[in-house]
Every structure is written in C-alpha cells, then in structure tokens.
C-alpha cells in the first residue's frame, strides 16, 4: 500500500510559477513510475508528466518545455516543477503511483491561474 500527500497548490498569476510536491509512504518507492495528472471541469483526466523507475521522463506536449518532473527516492517524494503558467493549466492536479496493474493515487491539490 502506497499513500500520496500532494502539497503546493494555489492561486498564481499568468505567467507564474509553482513547484507541486508529492510524499510517498510505503515501501519501495523507487520501483514505481511516478505520475503527475490534471482535470480541469468537465474534462477528462489527463497525464501531465511521468517518471519511471529508470529514470525516463514524459511530458504531455501542452507542458513540454514549461513543466519538469523530477525526483527524490531518498525521501519519498516526487516534485512538478510549473514554469510560465496559462489559464488553461488550471485545474487539480493529482499524483499517481504505478507499477504494473497496481496505482495509488494522491487526493488532489488544486491549481489555479488567474489575473
């Protein structure tokens, strides 16, 4: 059993910043792909970014070069770094542990762009 505790949300400006973490109990952290998702109202979930337990990173394309995930299996915790906010990046934003058919997720931190 994996518990995630996502923190770091809230209200920036367009054009802001904002750092997302997720803290992982449980054992083995290393051996997950970590994920990072969005879903804004009345949209679907979707992928954000993901890193494996190799060390692979993907990006959704509407975040590529403005979003980094990394992170820290000394501490359990996942980081999404968020560069150059939009409106449209508004949404929760959730963290996803999986290894195989088995996923954990965290229970959501909202994020909101807006002047």
């Known amino acids: 059993q994996v518990q995630l505790v996502e923190s770091g949300g809230g209200l920036v400006q367009p054009g802001g910043s904002l750092r997302l973490s997720c803290a992982a109990s449980?054992?083995?952290?290393?051996?997950?792909?970590m994920g990072w998702y969005r879903q804004a109202p009345g949209k679907q979930r979707e992928l954000v970014a993901a890193?494996?337990?190799?060390?692979?990173?993907n990006y959704a394309d509407s975040v590529k070069g403005r979003f980094t995930i990394s992170r820290d299996n000394a501490k359990n915790t996942v980081y999404l770094q968020m560069n150059s906010l939009k409106s449209e990046d508004t949404a929760v934003y959730y963290c996803?542990?999986?290894?195989?058919?088995?996923?954990?997720w965290g229970q959501g931190t909202q994020v909101t762009v807006s002047s």
């Open positions: 890193s494996t337990s190799g060390g692979s990173t």
């Open positions: 449980g054992r083995h952290f290393s051996i997950y792909t």
């Open positions: 996803n542990a999986r290894r195989g058919v088995v996923e954990f």
